[in-house]
C-alpha cells in the first residue's frame, strides 16, 4: 500500500474490518449517528471507491437547569460539523503541516473503530481521507493537501511547532473528535484523553482548556502512561457525557461515556 493509502487501483481503501458492522446507520429519528459501515458498505454510505459519509451526533436525552443551558451552547449537538472542529484532533495527538497554500492533517489511532469514526467525520466536514496501517497494529489516518486546512494550519503552527492559540477552548464537537481519536476509559471513574508525544508546548494550554470547559484533568507524564490527561469522578465524566453527545455506531460501547 502506498503512503497515501491507495492501491495500485487508485481507488481509497476502505476502513480496516470492525467487530461486526451496524446493521443500519440512520436512527428512526432520520438523523444519521455518528460513525461509518463496515467496509465502505451502502447502508448510509457511498461504496468502496469513495469516502465513508458521516452524520451529526446522536440526539442525547433531554437536559434540565444549567447543564442543559450549557450543553445548547458547547455540546456536540449545538451546532453543524465545522472544519474549526477539527482542532479537537490537533489538542491531542494528531499533526497538521503545510505545503504551499495548503495544509493536511493527519492523526494516528490504535483502534479499527476509530478510523471508522474519524473517516466519517472528515467526510461529514466535506474532507476526503485515506488511512494505512502502520508499526505496532496502530493506524495513520489523514487528509490530502488542501488550501481548506490551511486557516487551522496558521492558527495553530509557529514554524512547525505545534502550539494552541491564545482563545482556544474546547467545544463538544472538538471534544467528540479528540475522544473519537484519543480518548480511552479506566474504569470505574477515570478516562484519559491522550497528548502527542512531542507537544509539551502545548500540553499546559490543553489542560486550561479542559478546565475550562468543566473538565479539569491531571496531566500524566510520559513515566506515567502518558502523555494524557486524566479526567477523575462521576460527576466531570457526566459532564464529558453530556458535551460529547451519544456514542458513535462504531465504537465499543465501554469506549464511550454514558
Not at 477539527?86 to 483502534?111: K, N, W
Given at each position: 500500500?502506498?503512503?497515501?493509502?491507495?492501491?495500485?487501483?487508485?481507488?481509497?481503501?476502505?476502513?480496516?474490518?470492525?467487530?461486526?458492522?451496524?446493521?443500519?446507520?440512520?436512527?428512526?429519528?432520520?438523523r444519521r449517528?455518528?460513525?461509518?459501515?463496515?467496509?465502505?458498505?451502502?447502508?448510509?454510505?457511498?461504496?468502496?471507491?469513495?469516502?465513508?459519509?458521516?452524520?451529526?451526533?446522536?440526539?442525547?436525552?433531554?437536559?434540565?437547569?444549567?447543564?442543559?443551558?450549557?450543553?445548547?451552547?458547547?455540546?456536540?449537538?449545538?451546532?453543524?460539523?465545522?472544519?474549526?472542529?477539527?482542532?479537537?484532533?490537533?489538542?491531542?495527538?494528531?499533526?497538521?503541516?503545510?505545503?504551499?497554500?495548503?495544509?493536511?492533517?493527519?492523526?494516528?489511532?490504535?483502534?479499527?473503530?476509530?478510523?471508522?469514526?474519524?473517516?466519517?467525520?472528515?467526510?461529514?466536514?466535506?474532507?476526503?481521507?485515506?488511512?494505512?496501517?502502520?508499526?505496532?497494529?496502530?493506524?495513520?489516518?489523514?487528509?490530502?493537501?488542501?488550501?481548506?486546512?490551511?486557516?487551522?494550519?496558521?492558527?495553530?503552527?509557529?514554524?512547525?511547532?505545534?502550539?494552541?492559540?491564545?482563545?482556544?477552548?474546547?467545544?463538544?464537537?472538538?471534544?467528540?473528535?479528540?475522544?473519537?481519536?484519543?480518548?480511552?476509559?479506566?474504569?470505574?471513574?477515570?478516562?484519559?484523553?491522550?497528548?502527542?508525544?512531542?507537544?509539551?508546548?502545548?500540553?499546559?494550554?490543553?489542560?486550561?482548556?479542559?478546565?475550562?470547559a468543566g473538565?479539569?484533568?491531571?496531566l500524566l507524564?510520559?513515566?506515567?502512561?502518558?502523555?494524557?490527561?486524566?479526567?477523575?469522578?462521576?460527576?466531570?465524566?457526566?459532564?464529558?457525557?453530556?458535551?460529547?453527545?451519544?456514542?458513535?455506531?462504531?465504537?465499543?460501547?465501554?469506549?464511550?461515556?454514558?
Amino acid at each position: 500500500m502506498s503512503l497515501s493509502g491507495l492501491g495500485d487501483t487508485g481507488k481509497a481503501q476502505p476502513p480496516p474490518a470492525l467487530f461486526p458492522a451496524p446493521e443500519s446507520d440512520t436512527p428512526t429519528s432520520g438523523r444519521r449517528r455518528g460513525g461509518a459501515p463496515q467496509n465502505g458498505s451502502s447502508q448510509g454510505g457511498p461504496s468502496h471507491d469513495g469516502p465513508l459519509q458521516n452524520g451529526s451526533a446522536q440526539t442525547g436525552p433531554p437536559q434540565t437547569g444549567d447543564a442543559a443551558r450549557q450543553l445548547v451552547f458547547f455540546g456536540a449537538d449545538a451546532a453543524e460539523p465545522t472544519v474549526a472542529d477539527l482542532a479537537g484532533l490537533l489538542a491531542g495527538p494528531g499533526e497538521v503541516v503545510r505545503m504551499g497554500g495548503t495544509a493536511r492533517l493527519s492523526v494516528q489511532v490504535d483502534a479499527a473503530w476509530r478510523v471508522h469514526v474519524l473517516v466519517a467525520e472528515l467526510a461529514s466536514r466535506g474532507l476526503a481521507a485515506t488511512w494505512e496501517p502502520t508499526e505496532g497494529e496502530r493506524h495513520a489516518v489523514r487528509t490530502s493537501y488542501t488550501r481548506v486546512l490551511k486557516p487551522l494550519a496558521a492558527a495553530w503552527l509557529h514554524g512547525t511547532t505545534k502550539r494552541p492559540p491564545a482563545a482556544f477552548h474546547l467545544t463538544g464537537r472538538r471534544l467528540r473528535l479528540w475522544l473519537a481519536a484519543a480518548g480511552t476509559p479506566e474504569p470505574p471513574d477515570c478516562f484519559l484523553f491522550r497528548l502527542g508525544a512531542d507537544d509539551q508546548e502545548c500540553w499546559e494550554s490543553i489542560g486550561v482548556a479542559l478546565g475550562a470547559a468543566g473538565l479539569a484533568g491531571t496531566l500524566l507524564g510520559p513515566g506515567e502512561g502518558g502523555p494524557a490527561y486524566r479526567i477523575t469522578g462521576r460527576r466531570r465524566l457526566a459532564r464529558l457525557a453530556e458535551l460529547v453527545g451519544g456514542p458513535p455506531r462504531a465504537a465499543p460501547a465501554h469506549a464511550w461515556p454514558t
